[in-house]
């Protein structure tokens, strides 16, 4: 079983470092992480450090679970609106998932040169583009090439809209 705990962040920016002290004890005392800054330059750098973070880790918990056929964890990263590039959805996705899963095969993954890039949208959802090397072996099949994920961040979570 496994456990997820959700910490919430909260980014102020005011210029007045009394209002950002004032806020810091009342934002901690419910309990949620705080950053600050004076200037919406240095937050948005503080934004942009947080979101890579999450998606970096997130990409290395995915890998695991993958890796570990651990097919709940595993599945949690997706979208129930994920689309692979044949257009399939998520229910046929996750089937195939589950089948391929329950041999629990050893399997070795490697993902390197990893690039996440903000991904524009007119549907106003926080996006990024992943792409990265991937290495994959297992007895049954053996993959050098490239990974490509389109996801978004949403409630402090990475779901994954689709993946080539």
């Given at each position: 079983?496994?456990?997820?705990?959700?910490?919430?962040?909260?980014?102020?920016?005011?210029?007045e470092s009394t209002v950002r002290a004032l806020l810091k004890e009342i934002i901690?005392?419910?309990?949620?992480?705080?950053?600050?800054?004076?200037?919406?330059?240095?937050?948005?750098?503080?934004?942009?450090?947080?979101?890579?973070?999450?998606?970096?880790?997130?990409?290395?918990?995915?890998k695991d679970a993958w890796r570990s056929s651990d097919i709940d964890a595993y599945?949690?990263?997706?979208?129930?609106?994920?689309?692979?590039?044949?257009?399939?959805?998520?229910?046929?996705?996750?089937?195939?998932?589950?089948?391929?899963?329950?041999?629990?095969?050893?399997?070795?993954?490697?993902?390197?040169?990893?690039?996440?890039?903000?991904?524009?949208?007119?549907?106003?959802?926080?996006?990024?583009?992943?792409?990265?090397?991937?290495?994959?072996?297992?007895?049954?099949?053996?993959?050098?090439?490239?990974?490509?994920?389109?996801?978004?961040?949403?409630?402090?979570?990475?779901?994954?809209?689709?993946?080539?």
């Open positions: 079983m496994s456990i997820l705990f959700k910490i919430k962040n909260i980014l102020v920016i005011d210029d901690m005392d419910m309990n949620y992480g705080f950053f600050e800054a004076a200037r919406a330059e240095k937050g948005l750098k503080i934004l942009e450090k947080e979101e890579i973070s999450l998606i970096m880790s997130s990409i290395f918990k995915w599945l949690a990263f997706y979208s129930k609106d994920f689309k692979r590039a044949d257009k399939s959805g998520f229910a046929l996705f996750s089937e195939q998932k589950k089948s391929i899963f329950a041999k629990n095969e050893q399997k070795t993954i490697k993902l390197t040169n990893i690039d996440v890039s903000p991904y524009p949208n007119s549907i106003g959802k926080n996006m990024f583009k992943v792409l990265m090397d991937e290495e994959y072996l297992s007895p049954a099949v053996k993959f050098t090439g490239k990974k490509e994920l389109f996801l978004e961040i949403a409630d402090n979570q990475i779901k994954i809209l689709s993946e080539d």
